[in-house]
Each structure stands twice: as C-alpha cells, then as structure tokens.
C-alpha cells in the first residue's frame, strides 16, 4: 500500500561543491583555496566551485574567463568525470543502505524516501544524520540535507543549510517554513517571471500565496497553477527509483570537443558500461537505446533504435551507440556532449535458457558493400560475466574492474 503524500518522510542530499570538493579530497594541499573546475578559458564554462571561490563571485556555469577575472588567483582545474562518476556511486551504495526508494537526480543529487525506516534507524531527521556521518567517514566529502513531507520542501531545506547543513520542516509548520523566503525559491521562477511578480509587488512566497489563483493563471498561464500550488506546499510527486524510471541514461560534457571517431568510441563504451551498471543494479532492462549528440555549435540531435529483446549488456548498448553514431555528423562536426540512455524498461522475464543463442549482429546496414555477420553469444554466460563484474565492484568500488575497448569495433564506421 503506498503511503499518503501527507505522511511521507522525504530527504533531498546534495553533495557540496561536489567536483571541486573531490579535487581537494585527492590534494589536501587545496584546502581553503579557491577550487575552480572547469573547461578552458578560450570556451569553456565553470563545472565547480569550492565555497572559498564563490566569495569572488565565482559560480557553475559562468564563462571561464569570467571566473578567472573575478578570482585571478584561483586553482583551475580540468574536469575529471570518471573520478567524480567513481566517488558518486560510492556516496550512492550508502544511501541505498538506508532506504531502497532512491532517486537520482544528477551525479551529486538524490531524493530518498525514508518512510517507515523508524524502526531500523530512527526518524527522517536521525536517518540524514546518519547518512551524512557515513558520507563524511567512508568518503571525507560532506552532504547538505533536506528533510519535510515533499520533494519540493526538502529540495528548498537542502539548498537553506549549504554547506554541510541538515535543515527539516516539521510537518504541520510548512507555511511558517515558506511564507518568509524569497519568491524566487520556487522552481519555474526564473529571472523573467521574477521580475513579473516583483512588478506586481509579490517579493515572497508569502505574498504568492496570499494572491488569487485566478490572477496567477491569467497572467502566467499553466505556470500560475504550478506557483498557486507551490506557494502552498504542495508537491504529491512520489520518489521514483531506478526501477520505476521511464529511462536510464548518463550524458558527459567535455571539456575539450570531441573530434576523432577513436575518442567518441571510448566515451561510449565508458557510458554504455555505466547504464548497463545502473541497469543491473535496478533490476531492469531495456529495449530503446537512445544516442545523443550536442555538437560544438550546441545543436543536439538523438537518435534511437528498439531491440527484439531487452538487454541490460554492456556490449549489447555499446554496439548500439556505434551503429546510431554513424547516423550523426559526430567528427565531421565536433562533439562537445555524448549520451546513451535506455527505455521501454522492464524487469527480467526470466533467467535465458542454456540452448539459447542470441544473435546480436542486430543492425542490416551495409559495412564495406556487406553486412556485419552475427555474433553469437551465450546469454547465460554473457549474464554470469555481468554478476561477476557487479560484484567485483561491490567488493572493490567502481574503479576494481573498468571496460576494455572491443578490438574488432574500431575499424567499424572508419
């Protein structure tokens, strides 16, 4: 029976300054200087910035070269995503120890429903001490929380105690909670409706709630409804695990763009590795692989193709990403983003049977005036292979076994 929105007990944990904090993690010397992550001057953007670099002005997303002007001092650091990937699904086994109803929001995010864990750990406000604790002890990185009946209460908790801080909206005090913050706390008041609402003299969430719901919806359309129901509160949105997700998917932005096949090869085994994990770990797979492509020029383009069967295998998705990035302008036009996602999620059927071959030469396109011939593979095999490698990663974290490049894939699409 699923527990009513108004009895749950939500936790949001963000990961504070989470790239530049792995960078001083993994170079003490860095402590209490300014800790800039990010790409280089001539076009990147800010990925990171410790608190010690945010009192210049310093912020994610700002222009390099603007950070470097507010803070000339400061320690500029390249981007290490498959470090910060490898310290995320640490942090990530931990509070999957606390509660199953995990979702990830990003690589340093997560919602948790801890409802009726009283009993093994204490209450919602004890179960985030904890979490911290083993965050700080097991990984030396520090977790900001949110604790409230909702998503949206605990997600604004969460950002109030930046850095490090644990803040909890009691049930029954959630308005005394809100009505004092600035409206632009609220998701969907950006800068424009910002300064709409302030040209109607509404500065906080008190004075939103205190409108009518029919002038909200006059002027700012189905955005009015969303504010009128925000500035009271309201958020009925379960927290939706892995397993319930419509997709599974990791994207990367790169520092410097991509621009030879070999290096967009990589990147994809690498991300194909990395959903076929999470896949597993939910106890799902998929039937949709998706590829996503931003170019240098920002124009982003997918491209997806749906198997006969679903697949929760590495090589499987990985083969796919191959064959959908021959459908893109990837290297005659530079890279600056790549993605694989997964969909039309189900759990497994059931184990594969023993006389079962799979076919995975899937794709008809002609190489070199000919098809690829079919590779036959085991799937019982193909599936011991994939437990083994999970469990050598539960023993030895993420970094105890990575990928290989499959050999006979690099010729392909050359």
Not at 88 to 94: E, G, H, L, T, Y
Not at 182 to 196: H, R
Not at 197 to 209: N, S, Y
Not at 292 to 317: E, H, M, S
Request: hydrophobic share 35%; charged share 30%; glycine share 10%.
């Amino acid at each position: 029976m699923s527990v009513p929105p108004a009895r749950r007990s939500i936790l949001h944990l963000d990961l504070d300054a989470f790239y530049a904090s792995v960078e001083v993690l993994d170079r003490p010397e860095l402590r209490g200087r300014p800790v800039i992550v990010g790409g280089d001057e001539r076009r990147g953007v800010v990925a990171a910035a410790s608190y010690e670099a945010r009192r210049f002005g310093v912020h994610s997303a700002m222009p390099t070269a603007s950070a470097k002007r507010l803070c000339p001092k400061g320690i500029f650091l390249p981007v290490r995503m498959s470090r910060y990937a490898e310290m995320s699904d640490a942090v990530f086994s931990i509070y999957r120890r606390f509660s199953p109803l995990v979702e990830p929001l990003s690589i340093d995010e997560a919602f948790l429903d801890v409802t009726g864990c009283e009993r093994l750990f204490g209450g919602a406000e004890v179960v985030a001490r904890k979490i911290k604790a083993a965050v700080r002890e097991e990984t030396g990185l520090t977790v900001s929380a949110g604790v409230a009946r909702n998503k949206f209460l605990a997600k604004i908790a969460s950002d109030l105690g930046k850095p490090d801080g644990l803040v909890v909206v009691p049930p029954g005090k959630e308005q005394d909670f809100l009505d004092p913050l600035p409206v632009g706390k609220l998701w969907g008041v950006g800068k424009v409706t910002g300064e709409a609402l302030l040209g109607r003299g509404i500065r906080t969430i008190g004075d939103l709630r205190r409108s009518s719901r029919e002038t909200l919806v006059r002027t700012f359309g189905a955005n009015g409804e969303h504010l009128h129901g925000l500035a009271r509160g309201i958020d009925d949105r379960p927290v939706e695990t892995e397993r319930e997700a419509k997709s599974i998917g990791h994207e990367d932005t790169y520092d410097h763009d991509l621009r030879d096949r070999g290096a967009m090869r990589r990147e994809l085994l690498s991300l194909a590795d990395r959903v076929s994990s999470r896949l597993r770990r939910g106890g799902m797979r998929g039937k949709t692989v998706t590829l996503k492509v931003k170019y240098q020029d920002f124009v982003q383009v997918t491209r997806a193709i749906t198997l006969p069967a679903p697949t929760d295998d590495g090589g499987t998705i990985y083969r796919c990403a191959l064959d959908l990035l021959l459908d893109t302008e990837a290297g005659a036009r530079p890279v600056r983003l790549l993605g694989i996602s997964v969909s039309k999620l189900a759990p497994p059927a059931g184990a594969p049977k023993k006389d079962r071959m799979e076919q995975l030469g899937l794709f008809g396109r002609p190489r070199a005036g000919k098809p690829d011939p079919p590779v036959a593979v085991d799937p019982e095999k193909k599936e011991k292979l994939n437990r083994a490698v999970d469990r050598i990663r539960e023993k030895f974290g993420p970094g105890g076994i990575v990928p290989g490049d499959f050999p006979q894939e690099k010729r392909r699409g050359e």
